[in-house]
């Protein structure tokens, strides 16, 4: 039973594109984020929810605009795709009871954009 | 702005062959250093959290520690499927738990 699942797991899209990644938690987190992870494996924030409250949103682009309908689903929507976005998307969530273990992280979405 | 460094970048090391891995942080007030070990193709898994100076915490042939200005992860003994990218992050107070920033990692190959 997959706690972080996100799909697709890989996603090859032509410039200009829109696109969409899921995300749902079972892990009963009240905190869900999208993080980027680039070609040199940096991984940097992106946006965080809370309770289905934007938190946090670490100047990205507003190309990209995160939607969280309940505490348990955060996706990600991109409008007109660049080359730069290719990247790993990672979703995670969080949540009070077990702060020590930081996040949990989903299984990543390759981008690729051509 | 809360920043983390990690050195290797990269680390070959011979089964058996123990090393340390170094984190490098500078933030304003430590909420909490977290290690997580990333295998290719899948989402970093969580390891150790440290909150003070003189800290240590140890998971089979792995053992965190952590001073004022940095950590280290040690890997005693390694085994070839202790190869990975081990990433350090680090959380502070003014961001609570919202927000952990991330280290580039050091990928870690053991050879057997």
């Known amino acids: ?16 594109n829109d696109k969409s990644i899921k995300c749902e938690q079972n892990l009963g987190h009240d905190t869900m984020y999208w993080y980027k992870q680039d070609s040199k494996k940096f991984l940097k924030i992106m946006f965080s929810y809370n309770n289905k409250e934007l938190i ?14 309940d505490k348990a ?3 990600l929507h991109i409008n007109s795709l660049e080359l730069g976005d290719s990247a790993v998307y990672f979703c995670a969530s969080s949540g009070q009871a077990n702060i020590n273990y930081g996040y949990t992280f989903g299984s990543g979405t390759r981008l690729t954009v051509v | 702005e809360d920043q983390v460094t990690q050195s290797p970048e990269a680390l070959r090391l011979q089964e058996g062959e123990s090393s340390s891995l170094n984190c490098s ?8 250093l977290f290690w997580y070990r990333q295998d290719p193709g899948k989402g970093p898994e969580f390891l150790f959290t440290l909150y003070s100076a003189g800290e240590e915490k140890e998971k089979e042939r792995l053992k ?23 990433l350090c992050a680090v959380q502070s107070p003014f961001t609570g738990f919202q927000k952990l920033v991330f280290g580039t990692g050091t990928r870690l190959l053991v050879s057997p």
């Open chain 1, 1 to 16: 039973d997959t706690a972080v699942s996100q799909t697709p797991k890989y996603l090859v899209t032509q410039m200009g």
């Open chain 1, 56 to 69: 946090i949103n670490e100047t990205v682009p507003n190309r990209f605009s995160p939607k969280s309908p």
């Open chain 1, 73 to 75: 689903h955060l996706n």
């Open chain 2, 25 to 32: 942080y500078t933030v304003s007030g430590l909420r909490g």
């Open chain 2, 64 to 86: 965190a520690t952590l001073t004022k200005k940095e950590s280290f992860l040690h890997i005693t003994a390694p085994k070839p499927e202790d190869s990975a990218t081990y």
